[in-house]
């Protein structure tokens, strides 16, 4: 159980002294609630109780909407050990926010007619089950039929022993691709963190160049990305919080802020921090970066199975919430848009751990929203962010 001590500079839950929140007295054709102080209360209130019954150590939720003003709070510490407070301007691991940007700079090769999505896979890459048949389409919308790396039992054990070594793309293909197909691509909806690593090395095929400057070059710089960055290795700039995490081989707490995320390379090993995250989740939702007819195409979202979610071409839409969760052991991001209102919410937390079953940012992004959009609130009531976990025999 996590056992939060309370920071120097206030209790357990309360707003760390990075607030703001402002209102504008304008009003606009949205039902959306204006940001002022009275819907920060009750904004406090409902990301408080997450964090207590969730134990939760810090959090740092922003929240944006055109005329309605800004919430930008952050909650609790971060650093356990010291009670340092949570702040807003910490960069953080975003996990499976990555697939976000991988799969842009696939689209951005597609639009430049470089790839085509319904290319099968073994166009680009050997050695690939089923390859023939599974198009980079299947792999984006998380419908190939893979089996997922992450859920191996040889490299959960591999991970957990040494979790600061680093893993190439073909290690981690190497434990997928031992095991059988789990169905033809098209059947059905299996998060795959495999699919990813296959289309980062088709970006690197098609485009050129590394992943890592592929991505600054053609999506970074171009959406005004100022502190997101690929890691190369374990290394993450500062400020950020420690992450805490139960996914490991002893199933015991640990602090997992250096460990190599390399593991999720193309699927999830990016950093980045609350207002390019912000900037993010519109350029995402809008297509900035892509042509209308690209863009029109990832909106389609067919369903996942999950009630009131679709996904497809690397984004999710929970109930008209565009964007995607990501989390990484110690951390967890949630970055949405709902485009009537043009509003952003972004949750940033410092730890991965499940509360029955459900992922903390989760907790959050339905507490947030049903408030502020009791008819869109966001839930995902089962994860789908692909981190290890134990096997049974594990």
Known sequence: MLVVPASAGGAYGAPTPDVTVTASPSASDTDFPVLDAAMAARLDTAIQKVMREA?????TVGLWAPGKGAYVRSF???DKATGAPMKSDFYIRIGSETKTFTVTALLELVDQGKVGLDDPISKYIDGVPNGDRIALRDLADMRSGLFNYSEDE???KA?????KRPFTPQQLLDYAFKHPIQFQPGERFDYCNTNLILLGLVVEKAGGQPLGAFLKEHVLDPAGLRHTVFP?????PSPHAQGYTNQTASGKVEISTD???SWGWAAGAMISNLQDLRTWARVLATGTLLTPETQAERLKTPPTGIPGAGYGLGIFNVQGWIGHNGSLPGYQTLT????GPQATLVVLLNTDILDGGIEPSTLFGQAVTRIVTPDHVFNLPVPVHGTPSPSPAS
């Open 55 to 59: 134990e939760v150590p810090g959090v």
């Open 76 to 78: 609790g510490v971060a």
């Open 154 to 156: 040889g490299f959960f």
């Open 159 to 163: 991970l957990t022993s040494d979790p």
């Open 232 to 236: 190369t290795g374990a290394e993450f």
């Open 259 to 261: 460990w190599n995320p």
């Open 336 to 339: 949405i848009y709902l485009p």
